[in-house]
């Protein structure tokens, strides 16, 4: 079985800093995605970012990039130039390399951006 | 745009109650999920299903069933409702390709007084 690790449960970062959310994860498959998804107050779950574990190239999004170390079983999200609409709760999630699996949510980070 | 539109954004209901969670998504998608949300817990996974009248049981099971006769169509029954129940439901949905996202609904809010 997979599981995703968040330790950081909640962050605070001001305006126009940077922050980097960890997560690690841990699993026997070779083939897998990592993804990051937001969930603002509004609860919309949004897709920020993802990461194919055959690629060795990290991520980005504009202000938002990974850092994935597959030996170590890492992947955190460096928001850059936060803003205020960054704040949200922010999920690290796993999924297998098959077609009809489903994700695996980390508890989450509850990032906050300070004016 | 993608959409997941589940029934309700909030709800509330009595305990003993037979509750309907209804989702339903417009992009044809084979596969579905309800997770269900907690402070402190994340998502866990409820059920899931990968085509009609297919579920599978996901991390926390018991006290749920699930329904899914039209494909666009996946739907959480609470056959008795209990306070412990109470809680965020999120309905989810993707395509049938190698590492596709997976698409949100709103969320239910779910009381169970």
């Known amino acids: 079985a997979q599981t995703v690790t968040q330790s950081q449960p909640e962050m605070s970062v001001q305006e126009a800093e940077t922050v980097t959310l960890s997560c690690t994860y841990d699993t026997s498959e070779n083939n897998y995605y990592l993804f990051w998804y937001k969930q603002p107050p509004s609860r919309q779950m949004i897709l920020v970012i993802r990461q194919e574990a055959y690629k060795q190239q990290n991520a980005t999004e504009n202000r938002f990039s990974v850092n994935f170390q597959k030996a170590a079983k890492s992947f955190s999200l460096k928001i850059s130039d936060s803003q205020l609409g960054d704040t949200a709760m922010y999920f690290c999630?796993?999924?297998?390399?098959?077609?009809?699996?489903?994700?695996?949510f980390g508890k989450g980070t509850r990032l906050s951006v300070i004016a | 745009d993608v959409k997941v539109t589940q029934s309700s954004r909030y709800l509330v209901k009595r305990t003993g109650e037979k509750v309907f969670l209804e989702c339903v998504q417009d992009m044809d998608h084979e596969n579905m999920f309800w997770y269900r949300q907690d402070p402190g817990l994340g998502l866990r996974l409820i059920y899931f299903?990968?085509?009609?009248?297919?579920?599978e049981k996901g991390d926390i099971p018991e006290g749920y069933s699930v329904s899914r006769e039209k494909k666009e169509r996946f739907s959480l029954i609470l056959e008795s409702a209990s306070t412990n129940q109470t809680s965020m439901y999120l309905c989810?949905?993707?395509?049938?390709?190698?590492?596709?996202?997976?698409?949100f609904g709103q969320g239910t809010r779910l009381t169970v007084v």
């Open positions: 989810a949905s993707s395509a049938y390709h190698l590492g596709t996202e997976a698409f």
């Open positions: 299903s990968y085509d009609v009248k297919m579920k």
């Open positions: 999630a796993f999924m297998v390399h098959s077609g009809n699996t489903p994700l695996v």
